[in-house]
């Protein structure tokens, strides 16, 4: 069954970076589409950045020029480099998979603080 444990989420100050990492196991990852997407308290779930088996990316326009979406096919992992952290990045981060869009791991947290 499909399993995607998130990874790389903490605290860090405005204008820093971290990398945030998804294992996924449990289907042939390299021909579906993954996903990072994030949550705050009382709103809904957004996505962030996606990219498909053959690498194209797509990026919410908040995080374009900052976030990196990538995949190593072979490793079965999926990553976020995010750059320029702001406030309102702050949130509970998901990675997804369009196997099975109704499943989601635990998540990670990152909280930037001004």
């Known amino acids: 069954q499909v399993q995607l444990v998130e990874s790389g989420g903490g605290l860090v100050q405005a204008g820093g970076s971290l990398r945030l990492s998804c294992a996924a196991s449990g289907f042939i990852f390299n021909i579906y589409s993954m996903g990072w997407y994030r949550q705050t308290p009382g709103k809904q779930r957004e996505l962030v950045a996606a990219?498909?088996?053959?690498?194209?990316?797509n990026y919410a326009d908040s995080v374009k020029g900052r976030f990196t979406i990538s995949r190593d096919n072979a490793k079965k992992m999926v990553y976020l480099q995010m750059n320029s952290l702001k406030p309102e990045d702050t949130a509970v981060y998901y990675c997804?998979?369009?196997?099975?869009?109704?499943?989601w791991g635990q998540g990670t947290q990152v909280t930037v603080s001004s």
């Open positions: 997804n998979s369009q196997r099975r869009p109704d499943y």
């Open positions: 990219i498909s088996g053959g690498g194209t990316t």
